[in-house]
């Protein structure tokens, strides 16, 4: 969990006393580092990176409209439109915004880059609520009563989506996995990218890290229904799909730059079959952790 020292907002015209403010700019201990910009790059055919060195987010892109996965912090809008841009594409051309999971270092700049390109916000009907509300709720396990984080809002267009439901722009075809744990209302994204004659399934995949607010237990309290059980369908879930490219959330989890660092024109190091395998497994491991400090914490 981080701590707060400073949240920057500015308000876009004359707000009213119960608007919720714009939140242009975040302060937190690892907010900078969070937001160090990342040259953008292709991870494989339709399929580019466009988020910060710590903060993904991607574009797949069709003739026909492009879809953005992500946001980052509030202050990554000027970079992702910058890196979308950088690779020839138009932020205009972004037909849909869809999230992994709303916590404000991967939604902080959707609101923006919504207003910018005027696409359609895409998630869970969990997400869309706290997108919608701009802070997370009690059935997360990061809340914080005493120190909530207020991100802008989306006030645009939404459309909730099915586990396993298709969102679909002109060829392109992106099917959401709801992966609840990390938050209620997470999502891993899952579409073929081709290159040189053969498609890849490639994983955009969730948090699957175990973290929470001091206090919270994720075997359950008073005040909070246990979701280890579920967390571990989730983990195993993400693990079992069909999975050629893997690009987590925070690019360090599946080695993301690591991969671009060791691609050359005749090798695409992003093509590993057993990426989400080993990020299921290090997830695993990282829960069952948590879980038996909880344990030992009760005795």
Known sequence: MHRFAVIAAGLLGAASAQAAPTVDFLQCGSCEAWNVPQKPFKV??????????????????????????????????????????????????????????????HDGAIAALQKASGATVVSSPAALAVLQAGTIGPDDPQYDAKNPVQVTPITGRTQMIADGGVLRVGPLALTAVYTPGHTPGGVSWTWQSCEAGKCYNVVYADSLNAVSTDGYRFSGDAAHPGIADTFRKTIAKVGALPCDVIVSVHPGFTDTLEKLARTTPGHNAFIDPKGCVAYAADASARLEKRLAQEQAETH
């Open 44 to 105: 494989v055919g339709n399929a580019y990176y466009v988020g910060t060195r710590e903060l993904s987010a991607m574009l797949v892109t069709s003739p026909k409209g492009h879809v953005l996965l992500d946001g980052a912090l509030p202050q990554s809008a000027t970079q992702i439109r910058k890196n979308i841009e950088a690779l020839g594409f138009k932020l205009r051309d972004v037909k849909y915004i869809v999230n992994s999971h709303p916590h404000w270092d």
